[in-house]
């Protein structure tokens, strides 16, 4: 008899497979793609003010944390047989709960993260230690305050997966996307042909920006999309620039002025 996994393990433990899987992929192209690099090497070693190895433990607890609270979620909700009626659920009504549990995210994540850049005591003492990354890398995308990642990314996660009636087995893969395109959004690499640049102008890029001094009141909007931050006017138009010594640099428009 074969080893049965319940979906509501598969969707508390693949994300957190994923996420070192595919930021692991991203660690290894990033050594050989230096012309594709938003910075260089050489500024994601000494630019950024805290280790890797306290980022690998940052991350590790964060998702400790991730875990329990899916596992409780997923205990309240019900189990795989109380929610077989939403297992067969049909391709139209999947694509409605993935683009609610996206909206629900992405308008919990604006808000939480505009809000902690704008209260000086959570900026300074909570979510200043993830903008200890200057220089954005793919492992380093949930390395926050436990905090944080308590109040923005599980407690928003857990709202996406309960307003959108969304099952147990898709949450499986809704969550995997978003881990997917949260380390993408922080990989620190602008690839020809990344399907996330071309239909999603919440990117690699539009994320650097808010990690740089002059984009830190701006570009808030994340995983997603950018609609909160076009409509409450903290959008900040950027341009991508050849550097001379290779790879590409974010860089204000022109007539952007610093607040």
Known sequence: MGLEISDEMLGTFAPLLVYWIYSGFYVVLGLFAEDYRLHTIKDEDEKNLVSKFDV???VLLQQAVQAVVATLLFAVTGSDTQSSTNENA?????ARQFVTAMLVMDTWQYFMHRYMHQNKFLYKHIHSLHHRLIVPY???ALYNHPVEGLLNDTIGGALSFLLSGMSPRASIFFFSFATIKTVDDHCGLWLPGNPFHMF????SAYHDVHHQLYGNKYNFSQPFFVMWDKILGTY??????????????????????AE
């Open 90 to 94: 049909s391709i139209l009504v999947l």
């Open 236 to 257: 900040l138009p950027y341009s991508l620039e050849k550097r001379e010594s290779g790879g590409f640099e974010s860089r204000p428009c022109k007539d952007f002025k």
């Open 200 to 203: 999603f102008n919440n990117n």
């Open 56 to 58: 690998v433990k940052g």
């Open 138 to 140: 793919s492992f380093g």
